[in-house]
T-cell receptor, first 113, second 115 residues
Framework: AQKVTQAQTEISVVEKEDVTLDCVYE???????LFWYKQPPSGELVFLIR??????QNEISGRYSWNFQKSTSSFNFTITASQVVDSAVYFC??????????FGAGTQVVVTP | NAGVMQNPRHLVRRRGQEARLRCSPM?????VYWYRQLPEEGLKFMVY????????ESGMPKERFSAEFPKEGPSILRIQQVVRGDSAAYFC?????????????FGPGTRLTVT
């Protein structure tokens, strides 16, 4: 089965430090989509970013940035200058052509003041 | 523009009862996905529906689970004769199209507890 692997189960940082979350995926598809979602303690799932397999341009959006490398099947996510409100579980997900998402196990980020 | 709505937010059922979970997609979205988050198991895809059609149910347990998305009204995930192992958070997501290009917007989830 094609997997999405988030090797880090928990990352603890002090406020204002940067946090990088790793994600490695497996796929046999030529077209696929990659996502990061955030699940704060309140439990809802919040969409953060999306990347298409044919677009390896890395971008920055506010305090979020991502590094998509097709050659290594990695889609890493960075929070710059972390804040306490960033404390949450972060999920990497791979989507197929009709939107079925396969999630990684999640990485718990704990930001302390 | 209201987001994805799910109700109830919390549902308690005794073993053997039926659970009905409802999902109203975002306005203008006609594609609905259900996911289940079991303790210690992460988020798993269950089923993908369009209006009046089940497109992909590869993640649905073979027995006791069913889903529908009628022409009018919310999508329903139905679990018959619930067992303790069904206790989980069930999330619904919607998308404007049935392509992976668009992100899915998730509802707040229904926490099902089976006693």
């Amino acid at each position: 089965a094609q997997k999405v692997t988030q090797a880090q189960t928990e990352i603890s940082v002090v406020e204002k430090e940067d946090v990088t979350l790793d994600c490695v995926y497996e796929t046999r598809d030529t077209t696929y989509y990659l996502f990061w979602y955030k699940q704060p303690p309140s439990g809802e799932l919040v969409f953060l970013i999306r990347r298409n397999s044919f677009d390896e341009q890395n971008e920055i959006s506010g305090r979020y940035s991502w590094n998509f490398q097709k050659s290594t099947s990695s889609f890493n996510f960075t929070i710059t200058a972390s804040q306490v409100v960033d404390s949450a579980v972060y999920f990497c997900a791979r989507g197929n052509s009709w939107g079925k998402l396969q999630f990684g196990a999640g990485t718990q980020v704990v930001v302390t003041p | 523009n209201a987001g994805v709505m799910q109700n109830p937010r919390h549902l308690v059922r005794r073993r053997g009862q039926e659970a009905r979970l409802r999902c109203s997609p975002m306005k203008g979205h006609s594609h609905v996905y259900w996911y289940r988050q079991l303790p210690e198991e992460g988020l798993k895809f269950m089923v993908y529906l369009q209006k009046e059609n089940i497109i992909d149910e590869s993640g649905m347990p073979k027995e006791r689970f069913s889903a529908e998305f009628p022409k009018e009204g919310p999508s329903i995930l139905r679990i018959q004769q619930v067992v303790r192992g069904d206790s989980a958070a069930y999330f619904c997501a919607s998308s404007p199209t049935g392509t992976g290009f668009y992100e899915q917007y998730f509802g707040p989830g229904t926490r099902l507890t089976v006693t």
